[in-house]
């Protein structure tokens, strides 16, 4: 393996270097070289770019090549932004909200991050383009400045290093594609929602050399939670440069700024799973205070994607990003309720969250033939160097009660908070070396890869004692796929991963990194129009060396074990030109196998739904009285869940989204591209509990929200 290693790293070496003369290179032929125009009826779906409609029918996340849904031996699941913009998703988790196997919103309203949970398992890493972006839970990306969003279900450390079991959420952005298009559209709606966005996209020359993009958006709305609100932007300027076909390099940014991000809290189980002497809790309370809540957010990335095919059989590509998230939150937490009086204690807590962070990805594609194998070789050498300032504390203020009856906000004593609670420098890095050959033999696609990745962290304390941690793993996978030419595809796949842990146990010794492993099987389903796309998988998950902290004597133990098991079941489809369809069923059943605590030995996860479905459609009228309306009708299905403890059952919720639309292009050829459309999500404003991580943390589920949009495209 070491051989191997070195032999990687000495290629990947000699591919990087090149790609500098290559780039001058460009510069320099550039004025020579004459394209003919694109035209967008020409363009071709590719694996990270645009998609007609509902069903995209390929993705780079599985394999990180461009290739077809249904030659993919692993569950990919595709949001394209079609189906974004039609369910008027504000953030990644509501666009995921459709999609199997991941839970989404278990926080509710209570939801600064894109959280969630996929395949039973949590903290799930997200990338943009495909290289990692933020940690752990940090960072957010407005889902108007996307293409698609991806989860590539299941251990995937082969491609991606340390990964949660559960997969992963990949972010592919608004690129320039040569097309020459515009877009405006202003954002109402209920809770004193006002905004807009604008997607400027198009070519600096005739031959379509340089080519640009530019989206923003912007906006500000009251939140559920009385006397808050939002306040954020966003714009993201792009350029390409492609003076061939085989060439091109594009530059990638995007800036946001929060100045009020959102809000963070949680509740008991009393007064919101079930009734408190005086009733419910309403789901406006603000247990903290407007004069004192506060989450601010600046994030910004520069990158940028290069490749170049050197002839029919290799090609070589690029891709680097630098990140910056920082972040501000102060509240005042939720300490316990008097169910008799409607009194809560509340404790000050706050602090700040800065990250740097540098990604780059090294690839060296090789398509060749070998007799009747057919072989998309790819070799890569990544690396990723993190650094996070964290600062976090509490206050000692008293007299800070509040009664949820009667609530009343403002004049707060002086607080002070001690950011010295927690304050920590946490520097990680991680350098990845990587193999994967695609083989097609007739209709039959296997997929064999390897990885071995160098991982460490030093985390220097303010107050307390400094420590480093080093390790270092090799994870695989391995799948077959067969494409009958019925359209149904059988598929079978062994994936693992890891993550390098960050604590000591109870002896001071460093813990082992956790391991995960896969067996995953099921059928694919396309039609060769491209109109139809499905899959079924069961999957089988083990996750050894979980950390437990023993609740007496706080020692950390490391004899933990899950299991998750389950069946999923998606399909995207275009009906007719008119109706397009959404669906999604999952069964996830996930419990404790091996832990310090023989009591905890065969408990449920918490917060992880047994079961969910969903099912979206859109129709558009073409003709008729009706020419010119759209609308979308959508059904989720959230099934009852546990805490930690498994002594609390939060019991399942029904939601109802809709959609109506209006193209004024149907009354006159001058209002063509003019467009009106009115969304509700949680049409009925069903109050629900969205989960409990125990007694003491629950959260409600969000309520109502209505929006309108008007749009202009040109």
């Known amino acids: 393996m070491s051989r191997l290693v070195s032999q990687l790293t000495t290629l990947h070496l000699v591919a990087t270097v090149s790609i500098f003369p290559l780039s001058a290179a460009m510069a320099q032929d550039a004025a020579a070289v004459k394209l003919d125009t694109i035209k967008v009826e020409d363009i071709v779906e590719q694996g990270d770019g645009p998609v007609e409609g509902y069903v995209a029918n390929r993705s780079r996340a599985g394999t990180k090549t461009d290739t077809p849904l249904i030659k993919t031996p692993q569950a990919v699941s595709v949001v394209p932004s079609q189906q974004i913009e039609d369910q008027a998703a504000d953030s990644v988790s509501e666009a995921l909200r459709y999609t199997a196997g991941v839970a989404t919103e278990y926080r509710g309203s209570s939801n600064l991050h894109d ?8 903290y799930v890493p997200r990338y943009v383009n495909g290289l990692e972006y933020g940690w752990s839970s940090l960072g957010q990306i407005p889902p108007y400045l996307l293409e698609r969003v991806e989860v590539l279900k299941g251990p995937s450390s082969i491609l991606y290093g340390q990964s949660s079991p559960g997969g992963i959420v990949n972010l592919v952005t608004k690129q320039p594609t040569g097309e020459t298009r515009r877009e405006v559209e202003l954002v109402t709606g209920l809770d004193a929602r006002i905004g807009g966005n604008f997607d400027f996209q198009g070519t600096f020359d005739k031959e379509g050399v340089w080519s640009y993009r530019l989206v923003g958006t912007g906006e500000r709305s009251d939140l559920e939670e009385d006397g808050l609100n939002f306040e954020g932007f966003a714009i993201a300027p792009s350029i390409r440069f492609a003076p061939s076909e085989d060439t091109s390099i594009t530059v990638l940014s995007f800036f946001t700024h929060d100045p009020k991000g959102g809000f963070r809290n949680f509740r008991e189980a009393a007064g919101t799973l079930y009734s408190t002497p005086h009733g419910f809790i309403p789901n ?85 033939d070998t007799g009747a194998f057919s072989h998309t070789l790819l070799s890569g050498v990544d690396f990723k160097h993190s650094m996070r300032n964290y600062q976090w504390g509490f206050g000692d203020t008293t007299g800070l009660d509040i009664n949820w009856m009667n609530p009343t906000y403002g004049n707060l004593p002086d607080i002070k908070l001690n950011l010295w609670t927690s304050d920590e420098v946490t520097r990680a890095w991680q350098l990845g070396a990587y193999l994967q050959d695609q083989i097609e033999v007739g209709n039959l696609t296997v997929s064999l890869g390897g990885r071995y990745d160098w991982a460490g962290t030093e985390v220097d304390q303010y107050a307390g004692t400094d420590s480093s941690f080093y390790d270092s793993a090799f994870s695989g996978r391995a799948g077959a796929i067969y494409n009958f030419d019925s359209g149904i595809s059988p598929y079978v796949s062994y994936s693992t991963s890891f993550e390098p842990s960050l604590e000591t146990d109870h002896n001071d010794q460093p813990l082992e990194p956790v391991t995960a492993q896969q067996w995953e099987g099921g059928v694919k389903y396309a039609t060769a ?3 139809f796309q499905a899959y079924a998988s069961v999957f089988h998950i083990l996750q050894q060396n979980r950390s437990t902290t023993d609740p007496v004597t706080n020692e950390v133990f490391q004899t933990g074990e899950i299991r998750s098991q389950g069946f999923e079941l998606e399909g995207h489809a275009r009906i007719t030109e008119n109706f397009s369809l959404v ?47 759209g609308l979308g009708l959508g059904l989720r299905y959230i099934g009852p869940s546990t805490d930690w403890t498994n002594d609390v059952k939060v019991p399942s919720a029904t939601l109802l989204d809709a959609m109506a639309s209006y193209d004024f292009g149907a009354i006159s050829d001058q209002l063509d591209g003019v467009k009106l459309q009115v969304n509700a999500s949680n049409l009925l404003d069903k109050r629900y509990t969205s989960s409990c991580a125990s007694r003491w943390a629950c959260w409600y589920g969000p309520g109502r929200v209505v929006t309108a949009k008007l749009k202009y495209t040109w």
Request: net charge negative; charged share 25%; hydrophobic share 30%.
């Open 115 to 122: 959280e969630m949970y996929i395949r039973g398992f949590g």
């Open 284 to 368: 406006d309370f603000n247990v903290s205070d407007p004069d004192f809540e506060e989450y601010r957010r600046t994030q910004f990335q520069i990158g940028y994607e290069f490749e170049h095919r050197f002839n029919e059989v290799f090609q070589v590509r690029q891709n680097a990003a630098y990140n910056i998230v920082d972040t501000y939150h102060q509240t005042l937490t939720w300490g316990s309720l008097d169910p008799s009086t409607g009194n809560i204690s509340r404790r000050p807590s706050g602090g700040s969250t800065d990250l740097n962070q540098f990604v780059i990805d090294n690839q060296l594609q090789s398509d060749f």
């Open 529 to 531: 129009d491209g109109r």
């Open 583 to 629: 669906g999604s069923y999952t069964y996830i059943d996930a419990k404790i196998t091996e832990d310090e605590d023989p009591d905890q030995v065969g408990l449920s996860v918490d917060r992880i739904p047994e079961h969910q479905a969903n099912i979206w459609g859109r129709y558009n009228f073409t003709q008729g009285r009706l020419d010119g309306i």
